[in-house]
């Protein structure tokens, strides 16, 4: 009969749960504290289409067009709180999916390109048509960009089709074209920040070239190379000498003015680095010109990166929930955005309480304290520290080691060879009972002629080790020849001492035993020999 006050089946002890790890502490750095300023949340577009291309107009009150599906929807950059909708958003001229708005210098103007291959120019102080529609493309267009400078009459675009067009927007005409440009579709552009004539451009076949509409037509571009992956997106960084390319995982810093000479890749992505963007780190307004410049990039990996180009390295991270497609950076410096691919924006926004502090309408901020970091002191030869700079540094890839030979360890008897030490260096070896080391000594003493010498000034002790070590390995066949000459020497030279110590003479007869030994067992051998030498004749027949 079972016992029915257990139960049926044997239940284990409920294990206690772990504790989770301990959260990773934030970075306390005078950078990290500014990007946690912007108040951060999130604004459904109202669709799900992924969000293309983000652009801040380059004037006040820095206005935000985001493409969307297809319309390009206009959000008051002004505003604090939030992304408000502009009275007359979207611009809703398209047929198909809008992509790459472009603002005008002075911030009147838009243009954005098409699935259908038009260029549309819109004004932004009405609602409204187009403006102008340029027509030259016969696949989409996915590049737009008027240039930077005091430039209201051209503007650039590229498409699918590989064509690269200079536009005179007033006229709807064509300036200069440039006809496979590149051999796969373009991507990617940025127009110069120092001159309106030039213009970047990158491809999926990898390449980025610079363009001069100063130079005649269909001629090739002034400056090629290559990225290495599909290129997805080019930026001029402030000088105007150093380009930002983005493609497959990795962001690439080219100098422009050496001819296009790789200077940096910084790899911090996991995946297809998307979309780039210029920012500012600082309390100062961006149009200023204040502020320390950061490259942000977005990925697919849903990671968004802080960049010092100056520094070459990443200063800060930030991780959304959703692949990243496009980023935007207002100019004043208070409001970021980022595009996702299912329709929803992202938003940080730079606290009220902030903006009051730094517009002097508050109190001290901790961040008025904000300064760039302390450049490095230049290290002159009367420092220590001169001397020992760069032993830290990893080599690149392209660098050619010259590895240093490992020191090797000498044991005492070699310090003494090399100090000619020679009766000291035998001693030592002697009391070590390695055969292999000790014979070896013994030859190099042969050929210096040093080694009778040193038997000779040996002492009572000194030669009693000589005669242990003879006795012990004279019959060894790997240094019988050897050591049976040096014993037949030792008692040559040394019959007094031999005579007059007891001690001297155990080993001596001790020797001359294992070496009669040795030659019985030779003499047997040799019998063995003769008997089977008959044998072995006979098989071989």
């Known amino acids: 009969m079972a016992d029915e006050s257990k139960p049926f089946f044997p239940v284990e002890k409920a294990h206690h749960i772990k504790p989770p790890p301990p959260r990773r502490p934030r970075p306390n750095n005078q950078e990290s504290r500014f990007w946690r300023s912007f108040r951060h949340s999130e604004f459904a577009s109202g669709l799900i289409l992924p969000v293309t291309a983000l652009e801040f107009s380059p004037v006040a009150p820095f206005h935000l067009a985001a493409a969307c599906s297809a319309a390009v929807h206009l959000y008051d950059g002004g505003a604090s709180a939030s ?7 979207p611009l809703s001229g398209f047929s198909d999916v809008a992509y790459s708005p472009s603002f005008r210098c002075d911030g009147s103007l838009l243009a ?82 120092t001159s309106p004539e030039v213009m970047a451009t990158g491809s999926y076949d990898h ?67 998307s979309a780039l963007s210029l920012g500012r780190v600082g309390n100062a307004s961006a149009a200023l010109g204040d502020g320390e410049p950061r490259l942000l990039s977005v990925s697919i990996d849903g990671y968004m990166k802080s960049f010092d180009f100056a520094a070459f390295k ?11 497609l496009s980023i935007g950076f207002s100019p004043s410096g208070n409001s970021r955005v980022v595009g996702t691919s299912n329709g929803v924006i992202y938003m940080g926004m730079k606290k009220k309480k902030l903006l009051q502090e730094e517009n002097g309408t508050g109190s001290a901020s901790v961040f008025d304290g904000y300064a760039p970091e302390p450049k490095k002191q230049v290290l002159k030869p009367t420092n220590y520290r001169y001397f020992h700079r760069g032993q830290t540094e990893k080599p690149r890839e392209t660098d050619y080691l010259i590895k240093r030979a490992p020191k090797v360890k000498l044991a005492e008897h070699d310090k003494l060879l090399k100090k000619s030490r020679h009766r000291e260096a035998l001693v030592s070896v002697l009391s070590k009972k390695d055969p292999t080391s000790t014979v070896a000594v013994m030859e190099e003493l042969v050929i210096r002629k040093k ?13 009693g080790l000589l005669l242990s070590f003879l006795h012990k390995y004279a019959t060894l066949p790997r240094y019988a020849r050897f050591l049976i000459n040096l014993a037949n020497k030792v008692i040559e030279m040394r019959p007094e001492d031999i005579q007059s110590n007891e001690h001297l003479r155990k080993h001596v007869g001790s020797l001359r035993r294992r070496v009669a030994e040795e030659i019985m ?21």
């Open 314 to 324: 990443i200063t800060h991270s930030m991780r959304y929930p959703a692949q990243l």
């Open 112 to 193: 954005a390109g098409g699935e259908s291959g038009l260029v549309q120019v819109f004004r932004l102080d009405k609602a409204g048509p187009p403006l102008r529609r340029l027509s030259a493309h016969a696949r989409p267009v996915r590049l737009v960009r008027y240039p930077r400078l005091e430039d209201k009459l051209h503007v650039f675009s590229g498409g699918d089709d590989a064509l690269l067009v200079y536009w005179d927007v007033p006229s709807e005409t064509q300036l200069i074209a440039f006809p496979g440009a590149h051999r796969d579709y373009i991507r990617a552009g940025s127009p110069s920040p």
């Open 207 to 273: 390449s980025i070239k610079i363009w001069d509409v100063r130079v005649p037509s269909g001629s090739n571009a002034i400056l090629s190379f290559s990225h290495g992956d599909p290129v997805e997106s080019v930026l001029f960084l402030p000088s105007g000498g150093l380009l930002a390319t983005a493609g497959g995982n990795a962001v690439k810093i080219w100098d422009v003015i050496g001819g296009g000479r790789l200077i940096h890749t910084m790899e911090g992505h996991n995946k297809t680095v």
């Open 451 to 463: 080694l009778l010498k040193c038997v000779a000034n040996l002492d009572v002790d000194e030669l």
């Open 83 to 89: 992304l408000a909708p502009l009275p007359h958003s």
């Open 521 to 541: 067992i030779q003499r047997s051998l040799q019998e063995i020999q003769g008997m089977i030498s008959p044998f072995l004749i006979i098989a071989g027949r």
